[in-house]
C-alpha cells in the first residue's frame, strides 16, 4: 500500500494531481488545502498517501500535512462518506472550524460545505462528535471549544473575502489565528480583523 510519495509535480488541476516518482507517473486528488500550497510544476512535492482500494479500481488521495490526512481518515468511517465526500469537506472549511463545528453539534455550518446534506452533517456529528477528532484539537495544539461562535463567524467571513481576494488559504487561516489571537475581544470587528490580515499578507 502506498503512504508516501516523493518525485515532481508534472500536472496540477484542481481535480487531480500528477507527481513523477521513479519513473511512473502518480494520479492523486487532493483536497484544495493542499493544492493551494503545492509548489510549482517540475519541483518536487513530497505527499502523505491514503490508498483507496475497490474491487475495480486504486484511488490515491493526497495530504501535505498529516493533519489533513487524519482528518481524512475519520470522515471516511462515517457511513455514508466517501473519500471524495471527505476530499470536499476537508477542502470547503479549515481543520478548527470542522473540529468546531462537531464539537458544537453546529448542523446549520456543516450543511454549508458542498456535498454535505442535513442527514450527512448529523452522522459527521453522531459518529465523531466523542471520538478521535475532538482529541486531534489537543494533538494539533488546537482548542475545539474556546473559540466564541461570533469570532468563528468572523474568521469564516474573512476566510472567504481574502480567499476571493487570490491569497492561499491555508496562509490565510494561520495568518487569521494570529490576528485574532493579538486582537482583543472587543475590537475583533470583521473590518478591522481583515485590515490587520491585509497588513500581514502583503509583507
Not at 7 to 23: F, R
Not at 114 to 123: D, L, Q, S, Y
Not at 154 to 177: C, F, P, T
Request: proline letters at 2%.
Amino acid at each position: 500500500m502506498i503512504a508516501r510519495i516523493d518525485g515532481l509535480l508534472i500536472e496540477k488541476t484542481p481535480a487531480c494531481i500528477i507527481v513523477e516518482a521513479m519513473g511512473i507517473g502518480y494520479e492523486i486528488i487532493v483536497p484544495l488545502t493542499t493544492f493551494y500550497e503545492l509548489p510549482e510544476i517540475n519541483q518536487k512535492v513530497v505527499l502523505k498517501i491514503h490508498t483507496h482500494i475497490r474491487e475495480d479500481a486504486m484511488t490515491l488521495f493526497g495530504f501535505l500535512t498529516q493533519k489533513e490526512k487524519d482528518v481524512f481518515q475519520l470522515l471516511i468511517t462515517v457511513t455514508g462518506i466517501g473519500p471524495k465526500l471527505a476530499i470536499n469537506i476537508i477542502s470547503g472549511t479549515d481543520f478548527s472550524d470542522l473540529v468546531s463545528s462537531i464539537a458544537h453539534g453546529d448542523l446549520d455550518r456543516l450543511v454549508r460545505i458542498p456535498g454535505v446534506g442535513r442527514k450527512t452533517a448529523e452522522r459527521i456529528i453522531f459518529d465523531l462528535r466523542d471520538k478521535k477528532i475532538i482529541g486531534l484539537s489537543t494533538e494539533w495544539g488546537e482548542e475545539a471549544s474556546g473559540v466564541s461562535e461570533d469570532t468563528r463567524l468572523i474568521k469564516e467571513d474573512a476566510l472567504s473575502a481574502l480567499v476571493n481576494l487570490g491569497y492561499k488559504q491555508q496562509r490565510i487561516s494561520d495568518v487569521l489565528d494570529q490576528v485574532l489571537r493579538d486582537t482583543e475581544a472587543e475590537n475583533a470587528s470583521l473590518d478591522i480583523i481583515l485590515k490587520k490580515s491585509l497588513k500581514i499578507l502583503a509583507k
